[in-house]
């Protein structure tokens, strides 16, 4: 079955940097689009960056544009989200997300950017 888990998060000071990972299984990663998207409490959840199934195509939200960086690698079915420059409104629960006949969420992790 599809699996999505996410890893990387942490608690890091403003301005710092955490590189999250999705390792999948379950499904031909290299045929499917991937998504990072993250949540705070009482709030819808919402798109961070998206990416192709080759890659070649990704898609960033206004708020992130120049500091996150997404990337895949097909050979180890793992998605990755670079994250720089963190600021204390980058606090939330990062999914990763694909379609694959329906959606699949990762489990989350948490990201915590306070000094």
């Known amino acids: 079955q599809v699996r999505l888990v996410e890893s990387g998060g942490g608690l890091v000071q403003p301005g710092g940097s955490l590189r999250l990972s999705c390792q999948a299984s379950?499904?031909?990663?290299?045929?499917?689009?991937m998504s990072w998207y993250r949540q705070t409490p009482g709030k819808e959840r919402e798109l961070v960056a998206a990416?192709?199934?080759?890659?070649?195509?990704?898609n960033y939200a206004d708020s992130v544009k120049g500091r996150f960086t997404i990337s895949r690698d097909n050979a180890k079915n793992t998605v990755y989200l670079q994250m720089n420059s963190l600021k204390s409104e980058d606090t939330a629960v990062y999914y990763c997300?694909?379609?694959?006949?329906?959606?699949?969420w990762g489990q989350g992790t948490q990201v915590t950017v306070s000094s």
């Open positions: 997300k694909t379609l694959v006949a329906r959606l699949y």
């Open positions: 379950g499904f031909t990663f290299s045929s499917y689009a």
């Open positions: 990416i192709a199934s080759t890659g070649g195509t990704t």
